[in-house]
């Protein structure tokens, strides 16, 4: 079958179901195209609550917020396909898709990336051992608890202390799975701090913060984990080793875009975009975890509705940007996105800071904007707002953070 | 002679994802009062920490194993924060529970739970087993439509 569209959307997470939505707003004919029978991505297992608190100002958990967004869905004419894999993107706007009805195929003037992010596994960070099972990502865990009810482990140990690798150190302990600790090779922990009192403090599970795991061992199970401390230099510090023994090993050991099957625009890992969410193909937009990843599902529905709306204007001829100014990491700046702006429309500035600050303060340079942070580390995401400026000739801009003590 | 002592602590506000570091000067003596609160971003904070020393309270959520549904289990919620103290009891009683499909967001799963006047309700819709295909059927015809 051969369709006609003016915005298709691939991946109907948080992003792409708040980017269908916002093209259909803004007049487009959408399709939302989803690999999985069900739409919402991670937010089908992140049953915890926490999410919408900025987006609907209320206090949600994952499947409340991807239903008010199925709601709304439901009322407009975009045309959800699940169970449907995008097996190619071409240059000339074809998109080439595979469901149980066969192979097809869609002509589109402007496509919306929305394909989130996969985990990085543990056989990634070549450490040595037996080869067993009971070693899981976070996010395969939380789907055997959350969504098949399967008791994955008696006793486990976390690697990483991202918000993944901590809501499931409180998930496996209320499920009654010992959880002898999450160790952190950092000596800060990778997660929002409220969820460090709300998902370790409040059940006494230890936080070992400058460790990493050396070796696992075990006969076809595993059985023993082995941990170090690790000092400034990143060498394991003489002496320090403590042995846990357990059956499981749950690694968080961060995430990593999907850009898949979009082959020809420019990606970094995740693709590179414009304040008004364009990469380098000019009818191709990108939204959430596929461009960076992101702490909140609301700044990725907000960039999701953003990407949808300039998608539908682009597809009408209504969006033609004209200049695009680049956006530079200065000192002491991890992440930046977008990395272009179109100095005609604002801009959502999301930056990470290298290190932790007792007060840092954040400059945006030529454009004289000053923000301070207390207390800013790289696992939380700072926004700052930037007006469109059309007066100003500005070739390029520049990000750093210094400690203000 | 005022003997009424002065504590200090340090809490996050768990209500929201800005996790607050408040750095708090109470008392306890009869009844908890705030004399000082610093690096609170909103007034929900202060009844926060009010609570936190008090009797923390925190949101229960977890999962729920569902009979003939499109898929095992629903994911539920307290409707109201519960407790902290009482979380493993809690626990222990929406684990033994089963329901039966279909489960609407928002159906009262356990009510009253253990008398702290907060409702365990779903927060996700499970189909039962059949009308998932009927509903599929429906989306294909959509789409040839
Ligand atoms: C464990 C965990 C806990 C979190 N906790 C919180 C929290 O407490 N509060 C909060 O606000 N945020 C939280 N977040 C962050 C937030 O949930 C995510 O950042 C956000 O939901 C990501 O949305 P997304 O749409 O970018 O990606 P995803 O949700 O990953 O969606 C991508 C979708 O694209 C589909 N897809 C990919 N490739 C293809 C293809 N080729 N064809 C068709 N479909 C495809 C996938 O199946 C998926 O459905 C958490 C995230 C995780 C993982
Ligand atoms: S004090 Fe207000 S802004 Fe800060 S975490 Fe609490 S609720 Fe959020």
């Known amino acids: 079958m051969r369709y006609e569209t003016d915005v298709t959307v691939i991946g109907a997470g948080g992003a792409g179901m708040a980017a269908a939505l916002s093209a259909h707003r803004n007049g487009a004919d959408v399709i939302l195209i989803e690999r999985e029978e069900e739409s919402g991505g991670v937010l089908n297992q992140c049953i915890h609550n926490g999410f919408g608190l900025h987006y609907y100002r209320k206090d949600l958990t994952g499947p409340e917020f991807k239903e008010t967004l199925e709601e709304e869905l439901a009322t407009t004419n975009v045309k959800v396909l699940e169970g449907t894999f995008v097996l190619d993107v071409s240059k000339d706007k074809k998109i080439t898709f595979v469901n149980s009805k066969g192979i097809h195929e869609v002509k589109t003037k402007a496509l919306v990336m929305t394909t989130g992010a996969r985990e990085r596994h543990f056989n990634s960070l070549g450490i040595p051992g037996d080869r067993v099972s009971g070693i899981f990502t976070a996010g395969v865990a939380q789907k055997y608890i959350n969504l098949q009810n399967l008791k994955p482990a008696n006793s486990a140990l976390i690697v990483g202390s991202g918000d993944i690798g901590l809501i499931m150190a409180r998930r496996l302990h209320l499920e009654g799975i010992e959880v002898k600790g999450v160790v952190e090779i950092l000596p800060y922990p990778g997660g929002l701090e409220r969820n460090v009192q709300q998902c370790l403090r409040d059940y006494n599970i230890p936080l070992y913060l400058s460790h990493s795991v050396t070796r696992v061992e075990g006969k076809n199970r595993l059985d023993k984990v082995y941990v170090s401390q690790i000092d400034e230099a990143g060498r394991i510090v003489p002496n320090s080793e403590r042995v846990f023994n357990v059956d499981a090993l749950i690694t968080s050991v961060g995430l990593i875009p999907s850009v898949k099957p979009v082959e020809f625009v420019r990606t970094g890992p995740g693709f590179i975009t414009t304040n008004t969410n364009q990469t380098t193909a000019d009818w191709i937009f990108a939204a959430g975890n596929c461009t960076v990843i992101f702490d909140l599902v609301d700044y990725v529905a907000r960039e999701g509705e953003k990407a949808g709306k300039y998608a539908a204007l682009y597809a009408k001829n209504e969006y033609v940007p004209e200049e695009r100014i680049t956006i530079k990491k200065g000192k002491n700046i991890n992440i930046i996105h977008p990395s272009y702006i179109d100095p005609n429309e604002s801009t959502k500035l999301y930056v990470r800071v290298s290190k932790v600050f007792q007060r840092a303060e954040i400059t945006v340079e030529p454009l004289g904007i000053e923000i301070i942070e207390e207390e800013a580390r790289p696992s939380e995401m700072i926004e700052i707002h930037i007006k469109s400026f059309k007066e100003k000739r500005i070739k390029e801009i520049e990000v750093s953070a210094h400690e203000l003590g | ?145």
């Open chain 2, 1 to 145: 002679m005022n003997l009424v002592e002065y504590k200090k602590k340090k809490i996050i506000c768990t209500n929201c994802p800005l996790g607050c570091k408040i750095n708090l000067i109470y008392t306890d003596a009869d009844e908890v009062e705030i004399i000082e609160a610093q690096g609170n971003t909103c007034k929900r904070g202060l009844e926060f920490a009010k609570q936190e020393i008090t009797d923390p309270v925190r949101v229960v959520v977890t999962s729920v194993k569902v009979e003939d549904g499109e898929i095992p289990m629903t994911s539920v919620r307290s409707d109201k924060p519960v407790p902290l103290r009482l979380m493993e009891e809690i626990m222990d009683v929406i684990r033994e529970i089963k329901v039966n499909a279909p489960v609407v967001k928002g159906d009262i799963i356990v009510e009253n739970i253990l008398n702290t006047g907060a409702n365990i309700i779903s927060t996700r819709t499970v189909n039962s087993r059949d009308s998932k295909s009927k509903e599929q059927k429906k989306l294909k015809e959509n789409y040839d439509g």
